[in-house]
């Protein structure tokens, strides 16, 4: 399998990246499964923040995947979703999906979740929760597809 580069953008008004385990967390499953992860920033919960970040994320030439994490619930301050549809070009509704269908299966909270996921060019860009119980359950129920979708997005067939 070729090597996957992330970008993580941790939405939050209270952490730092010293208090960012769930965006810890997502950079030992990137590692774990042999990727690597080339930036990971904070980022305060404004929608206008959050979208430069991830077009800052998204067009880093080496960067084939960004991971949101947090602002995609029902707080009036989670505007992840929003900022990601501000600067993106395409929904990939299945892996949101997927994703709520997997953590459903854990958790009827799940089904809370307002996340999207969606292309800026020939980069992904998934929201994941913000806590690091639902950050790691979403990105088990995903992962597997990433290297299929990151080779489609490059221009290779099925």
């Known amino acids: ?44 919960d404004e929608q206008p923040e959050i979208s430069a970040a991830i077009v800052a994320a998204a ?20 505007v992840t979703p929003e900022a990601t549809r501000a600067v993106c070009d395409r929904e990939v509704p299945g892996i949101a999906e997927g994703m709520r269908a997997h953590s459903m299966a854990i958790t009827p909270f799940a089904m809370l979740s307002r996340a999207l996921c969606m292309q800026r060019g020939r980069t992904l860009v998934i929201n994941l929760p913000g806590s690091t119980k639902a950050a790691t359950e979403n990105w088990e129920g995903i992962a597997g597809v990433l290297p299929h979708a990151v080779k489609m997005m490059a221009g290779g067939g099925h």
Do not use: N, Y
């Open 59 to 78: 067009d880093m030439p080496e960067v084939d995947v960004v991971l949101t994490c947090g602002g995609s619930g029902l707080s009036l301050r989670d």
């Open 1 to 44: 399998m070729s090597t996957i580069t992330f970008a993580i953008v941790t939405c939050s008004d209270t952490r730092s990246l010293a208090e960012d385990a769930a965006g810890a967390a997502l950079e030992r499953l990137i590692e774990e499964a042999g990727w690597r992860c080339a930036s990971h920033v904070i980022v305060k």
